[in-house]
């Protein structure tokens, strides 16, 4: 069975302290890995997605790797508009691209002036 | 404008009731999905549609059936609600291919009394 598991469930940071989350994957074949964020009483909100181990993506304060079993969102000096949870997804082969999201639980980051 | 847009936001019925959430998005995209996310903010895949099949997580009971009556809608009908049911409910789309990102709409609370 494909899962997905996030770590810290739970970050609290001071504005401006860079830290990291964890995304660890059991795929049977990855197809592509995706960043999301969410906040209270909104749907997720697509920030990055990769397909293949050493990829990278940044935007902004956000950087995300991928390695053959996890990756990692690193924030950089982050503000305190930057608390929400950030969950991680998979999507597998075969799945003809129609197949949903598998979706790990989220860290739900807090981030103090 | 609301790219994926859902309707209602918030929906509060009695058990045994039947129920329709709707869905539509203006993103020309051929692939709908509906995810459920439950009280521990877990979400979970329950469907995903496009023109040519309908793919259903097989946990999903059958009371939940998903209608497309064109490429820009996926409504979720909900039969003999029971209060297990009361959670959020998104819908979300992506244009099948290489990517396959999906964007997702904002919602609806389900209570079930």
């Known amino acids: 069975e494909d899962q997905v598991t996030q770590s810290p469930e739970a970050l609290r940071l001071q504005e401006g302290e860079s830290s990291s989350l964890n995304c660890s994957y059991t795929?049977?074949?990855?197809?592509?890995l995706f960043w999301y964020r969410q906040d209270p009483g909104k749907g997720p909100e697509f920030l990055f997605t990769l397909y293949s181990a050493g990829e990278e993506k940044e935007k902004e304060r956000l950087k995300a790797t991928l390695t053959k079993k996890e990756s990692f969102l690193h924030i950089t000096a982050p503000k305190p508009e930057d608390s929400a949870t950030y969950l991680c997804a998979v999507q597998v082969d075969p799945g003809g691209g129609a197949d949903g999201l598998t979706f790990g639980k989220g860290t739900h980051l807090i981030i103090q002036p | 404008d609301t790219a994926v847009s859902q309707t209602p936001k918030y929906l509060v019925t009695q058990m045994g009731n039947d129920k329709s959430i709707k869905c539509e998005q203006n993103l020309g995209h051929d692939t709908m999905y509906w995810y459920k996310q439950d009280s521990k903010k877990f979400l979970k895949i329950m469907f995903s549609?496009?023109?040519?099949?309908?793919?259903i997580n097989e946990t999903v009971p059958n009371r939940f059936s998903p209608k497309s009556p064109d490429k820009a809608h996926l409504n979720l009908h909900i039969n003999s609600l029971e209060l297990g049911d009361s959670a959020v409910y998104f819908c979300?789309?992506?244009?099948?291919?290489?990517?396959?990102?999906?964007?997702f709409g904002a919602g609806t609370r389900l209570s079930v009394l």
């Open positions: 795929v049977s074949g990855l197809r592509g």
């Open positions: 979300a789309s992506s244009q099948m291919g290489t990517k396959n990102i999906q964007y």
């Open positions: 549609y496009n023109n040519k099949e309908l793919i």
